[in-house]
Nanobody, 128 residues
Framework: QVQLVESGGGLVQAGGSLRLSCAAS????????MGWFRQAPGKEREFVAA????????RYAESVKGRFTISRDNAKNTMYVQMNSLKPEDTAVYYC?????????????????????WGQGTQVTVSS
């Protein structure tokens, strides 16, 4: 079992920055690929960024590439996403997720269906 708790969301002006954290419980955190997704009102949940179990490989959605940076600290059982140059269209609930079925592999999943544990989400609002 993996439990995930996001924090760090809030209200920020366009051009500003936020850092989201995802604290995980469970002995296998360091073996799982992890990802960030977001969901805006009336829209489907979409991929934002993902990181391999080791932290050595990452993937990003085109819409955030160059602005967001995903990272993880396996010693602290925590994943992060640093979000810079925020835009109003980044407004959404942000979720962290764990993909235990790819444990120990180099696969970095990017689809919702590939993740099996989810946090409750944290709201990010970017004002114009």
């Amino acid at each position: 079992q993996v439990q995930l708790v996001e924090s760090g969301g809030g209200l920020v002006q366009a051009g500003g920055s936020l850092r989201l954290s995802c604290a995980a419980s469970g002995r296998s955190f360091g073996s799982n690929a992890m990802g960030w997704f977001r969901q805006a009102p009336g829209k489907e949940r979409e991929f934002v960024a993902a990181v391999s179990w080791s932290g050595g490989s990452t993937r990003y959605a085109e819409s955030v590439k160059g602005r967001f940076t995903i990272s993880r600290d396996n010693a602290k059982n925590t994943m992060y996403v640093q979000m810079n140059s925020l835009k109003p269209e980044d407004t959404a609930v942000y979720y962290c997720a764990a993909a235990t079925k790819y444990r120990g592999t180099v696969t970095i999943p990017v689809e919702v269906r590939q993740y099996d544990y989810w946090g409750q989400g944290t709201q990010v609002t970017v004002s114009s």
